[in-house]
Nanobody, 127 residues
Framework: QVQLVESGGGLVQAGASLRLSCAASGRTFSPYAAAWFRQAPGKERVFVAA???????YYADSVKGRFTNSRDNAKNTVYLQMNSLKPEDTAVYYC?????????????????????WGQGTQVTVSS
């Protein structure tokens, strides 16, 4: 079992930056791919970013160039650096992890492959 705990959310103004952290416990995190999803009020949860076991990354078009996904396996932590935040980035952000390995990184955009989820952290961007 892997437990995931997100942190770093908050209320910021448009144009600001935040860094979300997803700390994993229970198992060594290096064999796990991880991803971030977000859910805005009244909307479905959607893919934001993914990082594979080897550190390859993939982003939703809506955040490409603004968000950076990284991992520190020594700290069992995945990070989402969010720059140039927009009001439309307002959502609950969830971290997910799974041991699945696939040569096509777009595989990790699919919610259903992830066995482990955090509780979410709220990000609110005011205009």
């Amino acid at each position: 079992q892997v437990q995931l705990v997100e942190s770093g959310g908050g209320l910021v103004q448009a144009g600001a930056s935040l860094r979300l952290s997803c700390a994993a416990s229970g198992r060594t995190f290096s064999p796990y791919a991880a991803a971030w999803f977000r859910q805005a009020p009244g909307k479905e949860r959607v893919f934001v970013a993914a990082i594979t076991q080897s550190g390859s990354t993939y982003y939703a078009d809506s955040v490409k160039g603004r968000f950076t996904n990284s991992r520190d396996n020594a700290k069992n932590t995945v990070y989402l650096q969010m720059n140039s935040l927009k009001p439309e980035d307002t959502a609950v952000y969830y971290c997910a992890a799974d041991r699945a390995s696939n040569g096509d990184i777009r595989y990790y955009t699919r919610e259903y492959i992830f066995d482990y989820w955090g509780q979410g952290t709220q990000v609110t961007v005011s205009s």
